[in-house]
């Protein structure tokens, strides 16, 4: 194993530690490859998976997008590896956890989703923030965030840049646990004794203060914009007839995206309520390669945008406005092209 990847065995459990602080724990094809190699190591070994990081202050920020953005057509390997990790996680026949040091960003939270376990911390930053950088949330986001118990709290996630809290991802349900950062020294010392996760997790976790939780505060009134939309125009409409701060932000978070972006969200996120995790994971494959490798004209100029120069204005994207992307210019990036790999 390379040092992108640090393990400690304790009997029957394998903890594996994502370890590029440096890059931000952005992962790139050489960590993919450690942690897929990794995962299938325990699963051999019939061993309990927990999946952390080294630093407190990232736990996976998602794929190397800077990379990407320079050598896109190296994106496929890339692409299929990381979604072979989140079908074998997903698949663990053991006990697996994801505990959430910091930013759990695009492909960081697919990583910690597609554990049985997820343990959101007061350090937890939850962010999906594809669209300001001309792609689509994935990474299986269309599924894990179409089914929550409050799908209109996931479309809003879906369709915003918004950032939550370890509290927030708590009571919404995107985790399963939430510890105090003053339980987890006993938690990680009991763990090296210990023969299993949930009794564990369970004997030191607890419900955070209801009052530190943005989701508890807006939650009707996410729900009044957010429930059962036809379109995002649908959406935004709803959103402009109030004149609450929240509404107000929350039209400029949507519109500051990638219109081509937003439409294909909406579509992806309505579909992915009749889904399975492997069925929204392929779509979102050919859905990122038409936007990263093949069609990739907003994906260079976000990256460019918000990751080279980190401008807060909105980049040139193409088409231009939410009623100019028609449903054939949905479909046809939705659509698998000949070049896509098997």
């Known amino acids: 194993m390379n040092g992108v990847l640090l393990k400690e065995v304790y009997g029957n459990i394998s903890k594996l530690l994502i370890n590029r602080p440096r890059s931000f724990n952005f992962c790139d094809l050489f960590l993919a490859q450690a942690l897929l190699s990794e995962i299938l190591e325990a699963k051999s070994l019939n061993q309990h998976l927990v999946l952390t990081s080294s630093s407190q202050k990232w736990f996976c920020s998602g794929a190397d997008i800077l990379f990407y953005r320079s050598n896109y057509q190296e994106f496929p390997q890339f692409g299929i590896l990381a979604y072979q990790i989140l079908k074998n996680l997903y698949n663990f026949p053991n006990e697996s956890l994801s505990i959430w ?101 369970e004997k030191y976790s607890s419900e955070p203060n209801k009052e530190l939780s943005s989701y508890l505060n807006y939650k009707d009134e996410i729900n009044e914009y957010f429930s059962s939309p036809s379109s995002i125009e649908e959406i935004l409409e709803r959103l402009k007839k109030s004149n609450t701060p929240f509404a107000e932000q929350t039209v400029k978070e949507i519109t500051s995206g990638c219109p081509l972006s937003l439409k294909i969200a909406f579509k992806q996120f309505q579909l992915g309520k009749n889904r399975d995790l492997f069925q929204a994971i392929e779509s979102e494959y050919i859905i990122d390669c038409n936007l990263i490798v093949h069609k990739n004209e907003n994906f260079a100029k976000g990256v460019q945008a918000k990751m080279v120069e980190r401008n807060q204005g909105k980049p040139s994207w193409i088409p231009a406005r939410l009623e100019e992307v028609t449903e054939s210019i949905i479909e ?11």
């Open 101 to 201: 040091h910091g930013h759990s960003v695009g492909y960081g939270v697919g990583l910690g989703m597609s554990c049985r376990y997820q343990l959101a911390l007061p350090s937890t930053r939850w962010c999906m923030p594809e669209h300001h950088i001309g792609i689509v949330p994935n990474s299986g986001t269309s599924y894990f965030l179409s089914h929550l118990k409050d799908e209109a709290f996931g479309l809003y996630l879906f369709l915003t840049n918004q950032r939550i809290s370890g509290e927030d991802c708590y009571f919404s349900g995107i985790s399963t646990h939430y510890m105090e950062s003053g339980n987890l020294a006993s938690f990680f010392t009991d763990l090296k004794t210990a023969d299993s996760l949930k009794n564990l997790i």
């Open 332 to 342: 046809e990036h939705m659509s698998i092209i000949n070049q896509l790999p098997n």
